[in-house]
Nanobody, 125 residues
């Protein structure tokens, strides 16, 4: 059973940085993708970024490009989301999700069937 555990959220001032972690366990498939998503109060969930285990390919939603960086530590089975220059509109619950057996990266939540519990990120002065 795939398990994902997010951590690293918290309260940060505008312009600040946070690094979110997603610890992944419970599968041995050679190919999988990990995606980061977020959902702000009253808004729909949106895709943030994704990374493919096959080749390390990454993809970002346009508005996050240059501010967010996804990376992986295969030895630790952990995927990170480094966020800099945070804005109040980045406030949301951030979720990571996994789809085993998938080779291509996606930030469409419908392409994932394993989700973590989420971690709250609040950007406020």
């Amino acid at each position: 059973q795939v398990q994902l555990v997010e951590s690293g959220g918290g309260l940060v001032q505008p312009g600040g940085s946070l690094r979110l972690s997603c610890a992944v366990s419970g599968f041995t498939f050679p190919y999988y993708v990990i995606g980061w998503f977020r959902q702000a109060p009253g808004k729909e969930r949106e895709g943030v970024s994704c990374i493919s285990s096959r080749d390390g390919y990454t993809y970002y939603q346009d508005s996050m490009m240059g501010r967010f960086t996804i990376s992986r530590d295969n030895g630790e089975n952990t995927v990170y989301l480094q966020m800099v220059s945070l804005k109040p509109e980045d406030t949301a619950i951030y979720y990571c999700a996994a789809q085993v057996g998938r080779r291509s990266c996606s930030i469409n939540g419908l392409d994932y069937d394993s989700w973590g519990q989420g971690t709250q990120v609040t950007v406020a002065s």
